[in-house]
């Protein structure tokens, strides 16, 4: 099964992946970790990605995806995804992917981005991000007020997912 944790930057979708990938014994992938160069550089001087900066992106993606669904493995990916149209180029060709969207009202979001030390994606572009979202239809949506351990042990309860225990 593929399960993509969707929303604006700043949502918790990395935190509550990490706590969600533990539990369940699952592999996470952070859609941040491969974006190419000029996209980073980009988002790090505050200018919002376009399109054509993403296609690329959500094919490498999709590609990544696809391959460990045919493996039979079980994965997470920590993505945006803001646009319908990005979420149908994620799961193109996936056969079991459950989409799960951590949402949060504005101020909250940019006083968790204003805190964040390290990362490329500044508060200064939430504003945009919340203009692109696009709310999707059918994902389970898990609001981000609470704890990120909390959060990710509702969702595998809600999910109905146990760990898988190798080697017993």
Request: aromatic fraction near 6%; glycine fraction near 8%; proline fraction near 4%.
């Amino acid at each position: 099964m593929i399960v993509i944790l969707m929303g604006v930057s700043g949502s918790g979708k990395t935190t509550v992946g990490r706590h969600l990938a533990e539990k369940l014994k699952w592999q996470l992938l952070d859609a941040d970790d491969f974006h190419p160069p000029a996209s980073i550089e980009k988002m790090s001087r505050g200018i919002p990605l376009e399109d054509s900066d993403r296609w690329p992106w959500l094919d490498r993606l999709n590609e990544m995806i696809r391959s460990a669904e045919s493996r039979g493995e079980n994965v997470l990916l920590a993505c945006s995804a803001l646009k319908a149209r990005y979420r149908e180029r994620l799961a193109r060709g996936c056969e079991n992917v459950r989409w799960i969207y951590l949402k949060g009202d504005f101020d909250l979001i940019e006083s968790r981005l204003k805190a964040r030390k390290g990362h490329y994606m500044k508060a200064g572009l939430l504003q945009s991000q919340f203009t692109a979202l696009e709310e999707p239809e059918g994902a389970l949506v898990m609001d981000i007020a609470d704890e990120p351990a909390r959060i990710a042990a509702r969702l595998a309860g809600t999910l109905g997912l146990v760990p898988v225990i190798r080697g017993t």
